[in-house]
């Protein structure tokens, strides 16, 4: 079936340390997008790609990087400059300009 | 900067109640307004909007676009307990490629 993987589901990051979050998709959608979902807000929108080998940052980018090398791959991570990285991370991808279908998400605590 | 809003935040409701789900927009090269809903985890799509003042309908739902005002409306009628969710409201900027998403509204369905 086609769709978007998350993983991990749960992830745990000690202090100063670098975690990785997966994100594949087989929609052959151009685009692919990182969001960050604390308790009672919306999505806020960390970095954006349109096509493989670019990427936009988003509102919230700082302490976050990302990679587009292969069309299927977005992964985020989150660095240990990312202070308060405790939070609900969802993955998204679409056609140009068409609504976006989301993965189930990864939730990072710190230890 | 692009903005979303939306209200009210939160709605308690008994089942068999209408509801109207309210969500203003200030976004740049505007193209689109697109309703998800979130249960769990994934938020999935419920509507996208381009064209002021034709409503869209699936089942119970419906929603409408008032580009001059800025707004649209996500209506329930008839609620169910399953309709109990976050419902989440974006705007889409075409030239950045990328949405705004609202806080979402909580919607809790009593039976």
């Known amino acids: 079936d086609g769709g978007i993987t998350q993983s991990p589901k749960y992830l745990f990051r000690k202090e100063g340390q670098n975690v990785t979050l997966s994100c594949e998709q087989n929609l052959n959608h151009d685009a692919m997008y990182w969001y960050r979902q604390d308790p009672g807000q919306g999505l806020r929108l960390i970095y954006y790609?349109?096509?493989?080998?670019?990427?936009q940052k988003g509102d919230i980018a700082e302490g976050y990087s990302v990679s587009r090398e292969k069309k299927e791959s977005f992964p985020l991570t989150v660095t240990s400059a990312q202070k308060n990285p405790t939070a609900f991370y969802l993955c998204?991808?679409?056609?140009?300009?068409?609504?976006?279908?989301f993965g189930d998400g990864t939730r990072l605590s710190i230890l | 900067e692009d903005k979303v809003v939306q209200s009210p935040l939160s709605l308690v409701v008994h089942e068999g109640d209408t509801v109207t789900l309210n969500c203003s927009y200030e976004v740049t090269n505007f193209r689109s307004l697109l309703w998800y809903k979130q249960e769990k985890k994934a938020p999935t799509f419920l509507f996208m909007l381009?064209?002021?003042?034709i409503e869209k309908k699936s089942g119970r739902l419906s929603s409408i676009l008032d580009k001059k005002e800025l707004f649209s409306i996500l209506n329930i009628t008839a609620t169910q307990t399953g309709d109990s969710a976050i419902y989440l409201c974006?705007?889409?900027?075409?030239?950045?490629?990328?949405?705004?998403f609202g806080d979402g509204t909580t919607l809790t369905v009593k039976p």
């Open positions: 974006a705007a889409h900027n075409t030239n950045a490629g990328k949405s705004t």
């Open positions: 998204a991808s679409s056609l140009l300009n068409q609504p976006q279908h």
């Open positions: 381009t064209s002021s003042g």
């Open positions: 790609s349109q096509i493989v080998n670019d990427f």
